[in-house]
């Protein structure tokens, strides 16, 4: 079967995966050890304790420094355990583009992790402004691109307002992420009509990433993480604009600046990166990476939204789902094992 491998962002590591290192990947240990090291050479608590915490605590587990380290162990772990797949490309959502450079063998597993610690540090110890999360699609998953431009149009309306800050932070298939300061998202909040019980959701925890609010972390990301880190990467990469990076023919320099520059304070277009993966590569699935389920459906929503195998909503992909898997979500028990050889 041949694959484009999605490793997602923050958000995904929640309450129902705690303890899921240690219950899924028993064989990782060397792994998550040498990731615990240099957690304690910052004095950071280390992903064992977290992991194997006896509850789950949102004030503890969704901090930037934490949160990333967790997630890029529990997708990296997830990665080495795909077995009788052909990989044809790796993308990512936010976040993830650093766990993607890993997989692909741009960083390696140590300085993956170092990057992620880095970055997810510094938004945590600056945590500039948040995010929050709406759709624009309906539960139907039927495109709608004039309530996207709706919505759009509002943000710029606040954004132009007085000391006001408000932008597009994510394209994420069917849902609009959107970062700025505090009184721009609590006029976009008291604005905008509230839809399926649940948006717009304010995203916990969460800085306002991907927009130039996130320039002193950007620069100072960049006096700490050298150029020597990023290598040739082994698979061909899909980054958060839709362009590739090829195996044997990428700048390293350009691609360092690309993940400390712009991939830090411009909008992350994860939806074109989809549409990019099917389109260039036609895989016979997309397999999401744990930890957690929850992009799942901004995959299947891209897919819509690429026209991909003239899908045109949820019924639509429910349909294909249900003939071969076009996608394959390792965070789920029922989907897990068609991808690692029958393990867990």
Not at 18 to 45: I, M, N, V, W, Y
Not at 104 to 113: E, I, P, R
Not at 229 to 236: A, M, N, S, T
Not at 256 to 270: A, C, K, N, S
Request: aromatic content about 6%; hydrophobic content about 45%; proline content about 5%.
């Amino acid at each position: 079967m041949r694959v484009v491998v999605v490793c997602p962002g923050r958000g995904t590591y929640t309450k129902a995966e705690l303890g899921s290192l240690g219950r899924l990947h028993p064989d990782k240990t060397a792994l998550f050890a040498g990731f615990d090291a240099l957690r304690r050479a910052e004095g950071q608590e280390t992903l064992a304790d977290l992991d194997g915490a006896a509850d789950y605590s949102v004030a503890r587990h969704t901090r930037g420094d934490n949160a990333s380290a967790l997630i890029y162990a529990a997708s990296l772990a997830d990665f080495l355990s795909l077995r009788d797949v052909e990989i044809a490309a790796i993308t990512g959502n936010s976040m993830g583009w650093y766990t993607a450079l890993a997989c692909a063998g741009a960083l390696t597993s140590d300085d993956g992790f170092r990057v992620v610690n880095t970055m997810g540090t510094l938004m945590q110890q600056a945590l500039i402004g948040g995010q929050i999360v709406h759709p624009f699609m309906a539960e139907d998953w039927r495109p709608d691109l004039a309530r996207k431009a709706g919505l759009l149009a509002l943000v710029a309306r606040i954004a132009a307002r007085p000391g006001r800050v408000l932008a597009l932070s994510i394209d994420l298939g069917g849902m609009l992420v959107l970062a700025g300061n505090a009184e721009a998202l609590a006029e976009f909040e008291a604005e905008v009509p509230p839809e399926q019980g649940r948006f717009p959701l304010r995203l916990a925890n969460h800085a306002a990433f991907h927009t130039a609010l996130q320039a002193p972390v950007a620069e100072r990301g960049g006096s700490l993480l050298p150029e020597s880190l990023f290598g040739q990467p082994k698979i061909p990469l899909i980054d958060g604009r839709g362009a590739l990076w090829w195996p044997k023919a990428t700048d390293t320099r350009a691609l360092r600046d690309y993940t400390l520059g712009h991939q830090v304070t411009e909008p992350y277009d994860f939806t074109r990166a989809i549409t990019v993966a099917a389109h260039e590569f036609a895989p016979d699935a997309f397999v999401v990476l744990g930890p957690g389920t929850t992009l799942g459906g901004a995959v299947a929503q891209s897919l819509i939204l690429a026209d991909w195998r003239g899908m045109k909503d949820k019924a639509d992909f429910q349909a294909r789902q249900a003939e071969g898997p076009l996608l394959i979500s390792m965070g789920r028990e029922d989907q897990r094992g068609l991808v690692t050889g029958g393990r867990r």
